[in-house]
Nanobody, 124 residues
Framework: QVQLVESGGGLVQAGGSLRLSCAAS??????LGWFRQAPGKDREFVAT????????YYPPSVKGRFTISRDNAKNTMFLQMNSLKPDDTATYYC???????????????????WGQGTQVTVSS
């Protein structure tokens, strides 16, 4: 049984920082990613990391502010979020892609399993 358990969300002021965690278990995988979804909006790609190499990819909206990382021994992924803005307010989801691909998957449909989400609220 695949489990993706997120933690670390909360309320923070603009300019502040938060660190999200995602613990993965239940099967082998190639890639983990973070997505976010604000009310009334589509699910948005935030970051992804290839588990074997640790290589990462970000969209322009978060590049330079967010850092994705992993702890292989604990099968845990992190998202360090700095310089947070009110526009970063959303539910953040951890996602797992099982099959290896030689590119960075950025579409939600490319991921096979999802966590329950953790709320991040940035006040102005």
């Amino acid at each position: 049984q695949v489990q993706l358990v997120e933690s670390g969300g909360g309320l923070v002021q603009a300019g502040g920082s938060l660190r999200l965690s995602c613990a993965a278990s239940g099967r082998a995988f190639s890639t983990l990613g973070w997505f976010r979804q604000a009310p009334g909006k589509d699910r948005e790609f935030v970051a992804t990391i290839k588990w074997d190499s640790g290589s990462t990819y970000y969209p322009p909206s978060v590049k330079g502010r967010f850092t994705i990382s992993r702890d292989n021994a604990k099968n845990t992924m992190f998202l360090q979020m700095n310089s947070l803005k009110p526009d970063d307010t959303a539910t953040y989801y951890c996602a797992m892609k099982t099959a290896y691909k030689n590119y960075f998957p950025t579409r939600a449909a490319e991921y096979d399993y999802w966590g329950q989400g953790t709320q991040v609220t940035v006040s102005s």
